[in-house]
Each structure stands twice: as structure tokens, then as C-alpha cells.
């Protein structure tokens, strides 16, 4: 097990949730995690530094409640998170993940605003989910990835398990203009700009929609995916926590397999040669959105988590602006219509509103 910190200024006041929380990302068996009251900066950098601290949590609003001296820090997560990035420099041992947990409430409303703040985690996760298996893996997945960076270094190949020449070099430029560099600014660029959001990798629900599958109607998807497909997945730092596929290795396979050019074909079509070539018949193909012609599906609607062509979609707003190596998201015209998932945040790009509102005219 993986020992973490896990600092909440409730931790005196609201102990049984705090504790259920703990108990939940221990249950899996890969995390420990201590409790730690809200104190002095220093103080708090002195428990990391000890060295069996592998990973910290932090909730956002450190400074909503006092300690069980009665003392009320003045600095809330970002704050404390800058601070251990900048020790981390001369105290190796505060070179580790720092992951936020707050109420999604509290996240919207107050990190979400403060873009400045976001490169000092790792991670985030909310404290009302009832399943905190996946987060708990994921934890696991940064505390043996930042040590897999430790061991090896600005080695993008060795980290990525990739060699330079199938990844644009764009990808990872910045880092080599430094000659040494603390692990999180190696983890953050390979976090953020690959893993997190879908281009040279990317996550499952996208793999299936780009093989043309349905992954609920298929019985067979886990032997496609895991079997056929085994040479593209991505086993490069942080793989532990965080199933991904490289697509440029997706595209090869699927050529070697069918002889044909994945993107030249439709999820029909996609479908029919990998029942032939590989003799799995329990695969079906997703039908199309309403209001949607096409099944050249290339990415998922947002609105409705379902397989979409994006000539087909509008391009919605996503928690920074993709850089010129990562996907947009989309939502389908009928999503758009009815409004689906903007209640929970999505946002229709400002550059297909006229758009949108010129096919509304239309209809």
C-alpha cells in the first residue's frame, strides 16, 4: 500500500464524513491514507518531507473551519499546493502528486475560475460520488508513475513507451529546453496534454466509436479491444490508472487486419471486416442520433455519451482550448436542440452558435 495525505479543514468538525471518505479509497487495498489537520505551511511540508508520504489530497476550502487548536489557517488548496511545488525543488520528497477533492459545487464555483491554479494538480474528484474504486486506482496510478519519472528522467520515449518518431514532437518541445526538471513538470505535460484529453491517445468510449462498435449491444468488445487491438494500448507512465489506446497504432492495426483505411470507411463497414478478418461475430454497430445521416462516427456526443460524425456535431466548450494535437468534444444537433447536459455544464462553442442558430432558423 501507498501512504497519503490527506488534509481537510473538517477533519476536527466533520470527522465521520472525512472518514468515510478514507475508509472508501482504502478499500481496494492500494492506498493508505492519514488524516492531517489544516496547519502552518511549514509544518505540513515537514510531514511530507518525513518521506513515507507518497501523495497528497487536498480539499479546496482549507479555511472554512478551524483545527482542533482553534486555529483557522488564512490559505486555501492552491495556496498550500504552490507552496509544495515550490519546496519541492530543494526537498525532493514534496516532488509528488497533489490531487484536489471538494464538493463538484465548490469546484465549479471556485476553481474552475482560477485557470491559474489548475497545473499545480494532478487530479481532481468529488466528494459526493459513492464509488471511489476508480479514483482511488488513479491515485495509485500517479504515485508509481511519478516514481517510473524519477527513475527515468526527460526520456519521452522510455516514458511513453513510444518511440519519438510516431508522436509529434510539439507534444513534449517545452520540456527540453530546461536540462532538469522537477517530476511534475513532466507528469503535468504528459497528464494534461496526452492522457486527459483524447488526440495521439485516447480513452475507450472513443476507441469503440472509431472501431464502429457499440460497446453495450457487443458481447465480444472486450476480446476487440483487448485482444485485437492489444498492440495499441498504451503502456507508457500512468497506464496503471488510466486506460488508453495510441491512435496512430489503432489505425495500423485496424490496416493490417482489414486492409483498408479506417477513416475511409463507416461503422458498417468497420464492423463487417472485423467480423470477417477476425471471426468475431458478436459485434454491432451504433445507430445514428436523430437528426444524424451519417455513420462515419469519429468522436462521442457529449450530450447523449453516443457515437457521432463530427461534420455532423458542433464543437463545445472543454476546460481549456485544445492544442493543435487534441480533439474537441462535440454534441450531436439533436443534443443541441433539446439542451441535453447543459444543465450539468456543457457549453456550445462560441464559434458554432451563428451556426447552430442558423440551422434552428431552417428547421
Request: with cysteine.
Amino acid at each position: 500500500m501507498e501512504k497519503v495525505l490527506y488534509i481537510d479543514d473538517e477533519i476536527n468538525g466533520g470527522r465521520p464524513q472525512i472518514e468515510a471518505i478514507k475508509d472508501a479509497l482504502q478499500a481496494n487495498g492500494l492506498l493508505e491514507v492519514e488524516l492531517f489537520e489544516t496547519a502552518d505551511l511549514s509544518v505540513i511540508a515537514e510531514r511530507i518531507n518525513q518521506g513515507d508520504i507518497k501523495a497528497v489530497i487536498l480539499d479546496l476550502e482549507l479555511d472554512s473551519a478551524a483545527n482542533s487548536k482553534g486555529e483557522r489557517v488564512q490559505y486555501k488548496a492552491p495556496t498550500l499546493a504552490q507552496n509544495i511545488r515550490e519546496r519541492s525543488i530543494d526537498l525532493k520528497n514534496l516532488d509528488i502528486p497533489i490531487i484536489l477533492c471538494s464538493t463538484q459545487d465548490k469546484i465549479k464555483s471556485l476553481y474552475k475560475r482560477d485557470l491559474s491554479s489548475h497545473d499545480l494538480f494532478d487530479m481532481r474528484f468529488h466528494k459526493e460520488q459513492q464509488n471511489y474504486d476508480k479514483e482511488s486506482r488513479r491515485i495509485y496510478g500517479l504515485i508509481k508513475g511519478y516514481e517510473c519519472i524519477n527513475q527515468i528522467g526527460l526520456n519521452m520515449d522510455k516514458l511513453l513507451d513510444i518511440k519519438y518518431d510516431k508522436i509529434d514532437a510539439r507534444i513534449y518541445s517545452s520540456l527540453l529546453i530546461s536540462e532538469s526538471l522537477p517530476s511534475y513538470n513532466i507528469a503535468q505535460v504528459i497528464l494534461k496534454d496526452l492522457i486527459y484529453m483524447n488526440g495521439p491517445l485516447i480513452s475507450q468510449d472513443l476507441l469503440a466509436v472509431r472501431l464502429g462498435v457499440d460497446i453495450e449491444r457487443s458481447e465480444k468488445w472486450n476480446i476487440i479491444r483487448d485482444e485485437v487491438f492489444k498492440n495499441a494500448k498504451y503502456n507508457g507512465v500512468f497506464s496503471v490508472g488510466w486506460d488508453r489506446w495510441w491512435m496512430i497504432d489503432v489505425l495500423e492495426v485496424f490496416k493490417e487486419i482489414t486492409g483498408k483505411n479506417l477513416a475511409m470507411v463507416d461503422a458498417n463497414e468497420r464492423v463487417k471486416l472485423l467480423k470477417e478478418k477476425t471471426g468475431i461475430s458478436e459485434i454491432v454497430y451504433p445507430e445514428r442520433i436523430e437528426k444524424s445521416n451519417s455513420y462515419k462516427f469519429w468522436t462521442v456526443c457529449r450530450g447523449y455519451n453516443r457515437a457521432l460524425d463530427p461534420r455532423e456535431g458542433f464543437k463545445i466548450v472543454m476546460s481549456r482550448e485544445p492544442k493543435v494535437w487534441q480533439d474537441y468534444d462535440y454534441i450531436s444537433l439533436e443534443a443541441a436542440l433539446e439542451r441535453e447536459g447543459f444543465d450539468e455544464g456543457i457549453r456550445l462553442h462560441p464559434s458554432e452558435i451563428e451556426r447552430l442558430n442558423f440551422i434552428k432558423e431552417s428547421l
